[in-house]
C-alpha cells in the first residue's frame, strides 16, 4: 500500500510517499506564504506523480489558509483517485519527531498560534495527547505546560519563560509521518484550528 502524506498547516509545506510503511522520496520547504503554489508541483515530483492507494493529511492547528490548503488538495486528490483520506494532529507529528530524537518521555508541543497566542497541547511518554488543544499566551501556557521537553517552533521561547526544559524547534514534516502513532488517524476530515474564528456574523455572541 502506497501512502501519500500532505502536511502544509505551518510555515512548512512537506510531502512524502511511503510504500508499505517504507519512505520512498519526499520534499520539506519552509516558505511561510506560498503553500497552494507549491503543494501540487511537490506532489507531481513525487514518483508515480505522486499516486497512492491512501492519503494522509495534516489537519492543524496552523495557519488557517495552510490547513485549508493542504485539506482541499488531498480531498481533491483522493475523489480523483477514488481513495481513501485520513487526517491527522499537525501538534502529534511534530511530538512524533521530539520522541524519535529524545526516546519515550512525555512532551509537551508549541506552536505559534494567532494574536500572539501559543498553541499548546501536552502529550505522554507514548506520544498521545493527555489534555486538550489550548490556544494561551505565552504567559500562561508558561503556567500550563507539564513536561520537560517542548518541541515546536515556540520550545525555546516557552523553555525560555518558564526558566527550565529541553527545547526542539521543530516543524511538522511529512518525511516523519512513519514517527506518528498511527491510532491518532481519523476518517473525520476536518480542520483543528485551536481557536475560535475572528470574524462573526452580526448578532453573533463574542
Not at 75 to 103: D, F, H, M, N, S
Not at 138 to 160: D, S, Y
Amino acid at each position: 500500500m502506497r501512502t501519500l502524506v500532505i502536511d502544509c498547516a505551518t510555515d512548512a509545506c512537506s510531502v512524502a510517499l511511503f510504500d508499505n510503511g517504507d519512505f520512498l522520496q519526499g520534499d520539506y520547504r519552509v516558505l511561510g506564504r506560498g503553500h497552494a503554489e507549491s503543494l501540487l508541483p511537490m506532489i507531481a515530483a513525487l514518483p508515480g506523480k505522486g499516486r497512492a492507494d491512501r492519503i494522509a493529511v495534516s489537519l492543524g492547528p496552523g495557519s488557517f489558509t495552510g490547513v485549508r490548503v493542504g485539506i482541499a488538495a488531498a480531498r481533491a486528490l483522493g475523489l480523483a483517485w477514488k481513495i481513501e483520506v485520513l487526517g491527522y494532529p499537525t501538534l502529534a507529528l511534530i511530538v512524533a519527531q521530539g520522541r524519535a530524537a529524545c526516546g519515550d518521555v512525555p512532551f509537551t508541543a508549541a506552536m505559534t498560534g494567532g494574536h500572539g497566542e501559543w498553541f499548546v497541547q501536552n502529550f505522554d511518554a507514548a506520544g498521545d495527547p493527555v489534555a486538550t488543544l489550548a490556544s494561551l499566551t505565552p504567559e500562561a501556557a508558561a503556567r500550563t505546560v507539564l513536561n520537560e521537553h517542548i518541541a515546536g517552533n515556540q520550545a525555546q521561547a516557552l523553555v525560555h519563560l518558564r526558566g527550565h526544559g529541553a527545547a526542539h524547534g521543530l516543524l511538522p514534516d511529512a518525511r516523519q509521518f512513519s514517527l506518528l502513532p498511527h491510532h491518532l488517524l481519523t476518517s473525520a476530515i476536518a480542520p483543528i484550528y485551536g481557536r475560535a474564528p475572528d470574524a462573526r456574523l452580526p448578532g453573533t455572541p463574542a
